[in-house]
């Protein structure tokens, strides 16, 4: 008896190290979130592949974006390729630290379209409060102030192409916003009205081209991070 619980207890302590072995191996994977953004105005849909492995099952069209993929954190190899092609327009690696946040976006002409890696803080905003956050990825666009329509105050202010704010607190409610060349009070582009929800977190982008028309035209692009 005392042979057989002698192995009994071998057989449990076995287990309990491999059962260990393999929890600090799953603990050992350490994720990141990052998003795709697609906002390069006249670049075709694309395919987002992370260290050659496709994460999209349809083409990334402009403006639109992955939404916040867990990946395994680290550095990792980023290929954005022309949809249902081998042909890579951005091929970079970038180094992603563990449990942190970030918005990777695909800007500029398609003839020489390049990345943006933003850290995006998605910290909770204050009681009554939402976060926004401005970036400017209008390539033929001037440096640009954006103002609330109806009192003029410059929300964000005299950013240029590729340029961007922080995460900035305001209150929640509807605003209506105008984008002018900066410095001045010319209006290059009045936005629908956008509502801020009490604790959600946005990035507003400057898209498209000046004199751009159709899907191509000078608008913005309005992402809920969280």
């Not at 954190?73 to 690696?93: C, E, F, P, Q, S």
């Amino acid at each position: 008896m005392k042979f057989k619980l002698s192995i009994l207890a071998s057989v449990l302590m076995s287990s309990a190290v491999l059962f260990t072995s393999c929890k600090k191996e799953e603990d050992a994977h350490e994720h990141t979130n990052v998003m795709v953004v697609h906002a390069s105005p006249d670049a075709p849909g694309v395919d987002l592949l992370v260290d050659d492995v496709k994460q999209n099952t349809a083409a990334l069209n402009f403006p639109n974006n992955t939404g916040y993929l867990e990946l395994e954190a680290g550095t990792r190899n980023l290929k954005v390729n022309v949809a249902g092609t081998t042909t890579t327009v951005i091929n970079a690696d970038v180094p992603f630290t563990k449990d942190m946040s970030y918005s990777v976006f695909a800007v500029d002409s398609v003839s020489v379209i390049s990345a943006i890696v933003l850290t995006d803080d998605l910290t909770a905003p204050a009681a009554g409060k939402a976060h926004v956050r401005f970036v400017h990825l209008s390539p033929d666009a001037p440096a640009v102030d954006v103002a609330v329509a109806s009192s003029g105050t410059v929300v964000f202010g005299n950013k240029a192409f590729k340029e961007y704010t922080a995460f900035t607190p305001l209150d929640a409610g509807a605003y209506n916003l105008d984008v002018r060349v900066a410095g001045t009070t010319t209006v290059a582009l009045v936005l629908p009205t956008i509502t801020l929800e009490a604790g959600k977190i946005y990035t507003v982008f400057a898209k498209g081209f000046l004199g751009g028309s159709g899907a191509q035209a000078l608008g913005a692009e309005i992402i809920v991070n969280k």
